[in-house]
């Protein structure tokens, strides 16, 4: 797939292929029979989140954990932290991430984005995910 939610990758034009033109299907979001409809709301979502907390205006990020046996990816960036669970069949429940001080977070975190939610195609009927944090460890 790529960026745009397609299933095919975008071949942009190049002279590899004759500099022919691509387009994308945006209206695949509308088809009520395909899952794109989640990808698109989860775009809008987390478009509009970054323009409230503002992320991408920080300069670094901190990566907080690489875990590749659980298929875990935190880090945090501008305030806010991001973990990601790749693993195809687990969750990652009560998974504890170290914060280093360096991380410059606040002492009380709140779960804007939760893909686990049925609005972006999440089925598994599961509770959502939460934070809670001490000093040194942010819990999801």
Avoid at 48 to 71: F, G, I, Y
Avoid at 111 to 139: H, I, M, N, W, Y
């Amino acid at each position: 797939g790529s960026e745009f939610g397609q299933i095919d990758s975008v071949d942009m034009p190049r002279p590899g292929n004759g500099e022919r033109d691509f387009s994308i299907s945006y209206g695949l979001a509308d088809d009520k029979g395909l899952k794109f409809k989640h990808l698109d709301a989860f775009n809008l979502c987390l478009n509009r989140t970054e323009s409230v907390l503002r992320w991408l205006s920080a300069q670094t990020h901190t990566v907080l954990v690489t875990d590749e046996e659980r298929k875990v990816l935190a880090y945090a960036r501008g305030g806010c932290v991001f973990a990601f669970n790749f693993h195809p069949a687990e969750a990652a429940q009560a998974y504890e991430i170290p914060v280093p001080a360096a991380a410059e977070l606040a002492a009380e975190l709140t779960v804007a984005l939760d893909t686990e939610q049925p609005r972006f195609g999440c089925a598994s009927g599961s509770a959502g995910c939460s934070a809670s944090r001490s000093k040194d460890t942010l819990v999801v």
